[in-house]
């Protein structure tokens, strides 16, 4: 539950650093909630892409297993993503979690 909240409270300042949204590409915008087959159609295949994830543990609060079965996270446990584009001079970040943008970061001069 904890983790839940921590995590939360990482892309509400992602999303409150990005400022926006919505992201304007050519006449076209991308907004927050769009899928990931969206920001291909626009944006293209990414230059690079990163997974982040939870630090999962096994077991119990200790790190110790209980009973030989480990804790396996879900998929929405499992993290998100990020997708970086090239655009000028510019470096467009989006970061998205089961498919659906959730964020975007756009950085450069």
């Known amino acids: 539950m904890r983790r839940h909240g921590l ?50 543990r096994s077991g119990n609060a200790r790190g110790g297993r209980r009973g030989g079965r480990r804790k396996t996270p879900s998929s929405r446990e499992a993290g998100s993503e990020q997708w970086q584009y090239r655009r000028g001079n510019r470096v467009t970040t989006v970061l998205l979690a089961d498919g659906k943008v959730i964020g975007f970061e756009d950085s450069g001069s």
């Open 7 to 56: 995590f939360a409270l990482l892309l509400l300042a992602f999303a409150a650093h990005a400022g926006s949204s919505t992201l304007r590409v050519g006449n076209q915008v991308l907004t927050v909630g769009d899928s990931a087959s969206r920001v291909v159609e626009l944006l293209g295949k990414p230059s690079y892409k990163s997974h982040k994830k939870t630090g999962a």
